[in-house]
């Protein structure tokens, strides 16, 4: 799990440096593709951790 997430961080390091590079060629609709699949890893990255309810056990 730790792999994942470190290639998820990875990646979003690599579409914000994508997304910088696009808007200052101009290019801005490459630019907004880029910062959509940032904020997609990112979404990935923060649902790969445990989750609320499979820490906490039922009483039963």
Same mark, same amino acid.
């Given at each position: 799990? /730790?792999?994942? +997430? #470190?290639?998820?961080?990875?990646? %979003? =390091? *690599?579409?914000e *440096?994508q #997304?910088?590079?696009? /808007?200052q =060629?101009g290019d801005? !609709?490459? #630019? *907004?593709?880029? %910062? @959509? #699949? !940032?904020?997609?890893a990112? +979404?990935?990255? !923060?649902?790969s951790?445990p =989750?609320? @309810? =499979?820490? %906490?056990?039922?009483?039963g």
């Amino acid at each position: 799990m /730790a792999d994942r +997430r #470190a290639h998820l961080k990875d990646a %979003i =390091q *690599a579409h914000e *440096a994508q #997304a910088q590079q696009s /808007a200052q =060629q101009g290019d801005l !609709a490459g #630019a *907004a593709r880029s %910062i @959509l #699949a !940032a904020l997609d890893a990112e +979404r990935r990255m !923060a649902g790969s951790g445990p =989750q609320v @309810l =499979q820490v %906490i056990k039922p009483r039963g």
